[in-house]
């Protein structure tokens, strides 16, 4: 096959990503005001989700791939009108059927889905993750620029992701009766598209306190940092709330048969009401003061300029719509599948970045706290920010963390990165990027602490002949992300947070040495045709085919970190 084709050129490349930019439905959008199109696309996505998100039975294989693909779809589909349509009308203008909206809608989301998936290979592409090339019969195959990456993203995805998977609380609708809920709102007709219901207070709050309980896993930052005119904490309540609001009003509309009116409840589906209602009802459900709810309405409310220059929004960030100055509407599914903690903290960046830049520095003090507090419960010596100077005191960097094991001497310098699960190709890359310059930083400063250990016991208090005899390594520690291989080196491995506590507390209680070479001798990847087996990826748009190698995967079976961890012992070989 490589001698029938030759990888692409960088001018091949654009004329490729031009050819699939011109997939994109212009003329029809701008034939549609924008207002009229924002909401047809919100209800179409309602039953978009509630047709496909069914069929993903609990967190199987395939159901993250395939939710983040209707959350990206939708994220291009509402750039494009927001991008491409008419200008806003009245409500008094609105068309009195939005059928043909609704229709043209679904049919936006299908080609956004397409859309999506070949514009995150190109992005691969261009970013030097994948390499292209041209086939006999046009088709453009590409394959991993490095062939060994594969077990380290499928790592990332089933190991290092915010949601633990071998952790997974219970379903929070497991004390909700569908029926003690129907009797409670009392559903009836009000007009042949439309119904009314009282508000079930008793369901909403059982739900929301269950939610709260489900959601905590979610929640990883410090409760009381400010994120603007309110917390993180707030934050959560608010959201919590929300959450629970839409599920309870989507429940309601799809469920109430026995009301029949046409269309089956799906014309309510999208809440519309004046910004002070919406911070009205939600102070009452939340319990914020007024102008809290309304300042994290304002934040959540969506704003086309973070979506359309520089590094962009994704549209999960921002449930809510203005339609006209005076009319909100929110997407009850943008909230239900959104990590709020992680899309909030991403908005952050665009809203406040000279906050959400000193909130880095807070997440990474705090990690490296608890870090030495876990370090020092297995009896390990620990510094942290050390600053250490080369010639004419030139300072040369800091360690964030030193882990000293003085029974069997061995020392650790490690790097320490808090990601906040990233899941869109740009963030991915950026944090790719910060986790190469970690193994630099480390590898800089384990050879200055190697080369000076008298100055480095010095520094410590210690005494001078400290250090002879010891080993002395490197390592970055990081939550939620590794780097899907695309950042490494042979000798400073990037830890998980999960897998060192996994390898220093249960199910295998062992010292620091062993995490070390464990991650060295990468003993802790899934196998592939025994956790999972890799699958190709073809997407077909606007005459282009794209075909990636052995890209997609699918679980075969879980990974069980009491079994499927392969220790190391302290020569490099594998203890059973």
């Given at each position: 096959m490589g001698g029938e084709m030759t990888y692409l050129s960088p001018a091949e490349i654009s004329e490729v990503d031009r050819q699939i930019d011109d997939g994109i439905p212009i003329d029809e959008l701008k034939a549609i005001p924008r207002n009229v199109m924002v909401l047809a696309l919100l209800q179409q996505f309602e039953d978009f989700n509630r047709i496909t998100i069914p069929q993903l039975v609990g967190n199987g294989p395939g159901h993250h791939e395939k939710t983040k693909l209707i959350q990206d779809a939708m994220h291009f589909a509402m750039t494009w009108v927001y991008q491409y349509c008419a200008a806003d009308v009245p409500i008094s203008s609105f068309p009195k059927s939005l059928t043909k909206h609704y229709i043209f809608a679904f049919h936006l989301i299908q080609i956004a889905e397409n859309y999506s998936v070949a514009w995150d290979l190109l992005s691969l592409l261009r970013r030097g993750a994948l390499r292209a090339a041209r086939s006999a019969d046009s088709t453009i195959i590409l394959t991993r620029a490095s062939e060994d990456t594969g077990a380290f993203e499928v790592s990332d995805s089933i190991i290092n992701g915010c949601d633990d998977p071998y952790d997974v609380p219970d379903n929070p609708f497991c004390g909700i009766k569908l029926a003690d809920l129907l009797s409670e709102a009392k559903?009836?007709?009000?007009s042949k598209h439309h119904i009314q219901y009282d508000f079930p207070s008793t369901s909403f709050f059982r739900l929301q306190r269950s939610l709260d309980v489900h959601e905590s896993r979610l929640f990883q930052?410090?409760?009381?940092?400010?994120?603007?005119?309110?917390?993180?904490?707030?934050?959560?309540?608010?959201?919590?709330?929300?959450?629970?609001?839409?599920?309870?009003?989507?429940?309601?509309?799809?469920?109430?048969?026995?009301?029949?009116?046409?269309?089956?409840?799906?014309?309510?589906?999208?809440?519309?009401?004046?910004?002070?209602?919406?911070?009205?009802?939600?102070?009452?459900?939340?319990?914020?003061?007024?102008?809290?709810?309304?300042?994290?309405?304002?934040?959540?409310?969506?704003?086309?300029?973070?979506?359309?220059?520089?590094?962009?929004?994704?549209?999960?960030?921002?449930?809510?719509h203005a339609l006209t100055e005076n009319v909100l509407a929110l997407s009850n599914e943008l909230v239900w599948v959104s990590n709020v903690e992680r899309n909030h903290w991403n908005l952050l960046e665009k809203l406040r970045p000279t906050l959400q830049s000193s909130l880095k520095n807070e997440k990474e003090n705090i990690f490296i706290g608890g870090l030495k507090t876990e370090f020092e419960k297995l009896g390990c010596r620990v510094s942290?920010?050390?600053?250490?100077?080369?010639?004419?005191?030139?300072?040369?960097?800091?360690?964030?963390?030193l882990v000293l094991d003085e029974r069997l001497k061995f020392g650790l310098v490690c790097e320490v990165k808090w990601f906040n699960a990233p899941d869109r190709i740009s963030e991915v890359a950026s944090c790719i990027s910060q986790l190469k310059e970690a193994i630099g930083q480390v590898r800089t400063a384990r050879t200055w602490a190697s080369d000076h250990r008298t100055a480095l016991a010095q520094r410590l208090n210690l005494v001078e002949d400290y250090f002879d005899g010891w080993q002395i390594e490197g390592a970055v520690i990081s939550k939620n992300f590794t780097g899907n291989g695309q950042a490494r080196d042979i000798a400073i491995p990037i830890i998980s947070e999960r897998l060192l506590f996994w390898i220093l507390r249960d199910p295998h209680q062992f010292h620091i040495r062993i995490l070390w070479q464990t991650c060295v001798d990468r003993g802790y990847l899934p196998v592939l045709a025994g956790h999972y087996d890799e699958e190709d990826m073809t997407v077909d748009f606007n005459g282009v085919t794209l075909k990636a190698i052995n890209y997609g995967y699918k679980v075969l079976t879980p990974f069980d970190p009491s079994q499927d961890i392969l220790l190391s012992d302290t020569t490099g070989g594998s203890e059973s």
């Open positions: 559903v009836r007709k009000a930052l410090e409760p009381s940092w400010e994120a603007g005119s309110y917390t993180f904490s707030d934050l959560r309540s608010f959201f919590v709330a929300l959450k629970a609001y839409c599920c309870i009003h989507s429940m309601i509309c799809l469920q109430s048969h026995e009301v029949r009116v046409a269309g089956g409840g799906l014309a309510d589906l999208i809440l519309c009401k004046r910004p002070s209602a919406w911070a009205n009802q939600m102070t009452r459900l939340c319990g914020l003061p007024f102008a809290k709810t309304k300042a994290i309405i304002d934040d959540l409310t969506f704003d086309p300029s973070l979506y359309l220059t520089g590094k962009k929004a994704h549209v999960c960030y921002q449930p809510f942290d920010r050390i600053r250490f100077y080369g010639a004419n005191d030139q300072l040369l960097g800091d360690i964030d963390l």
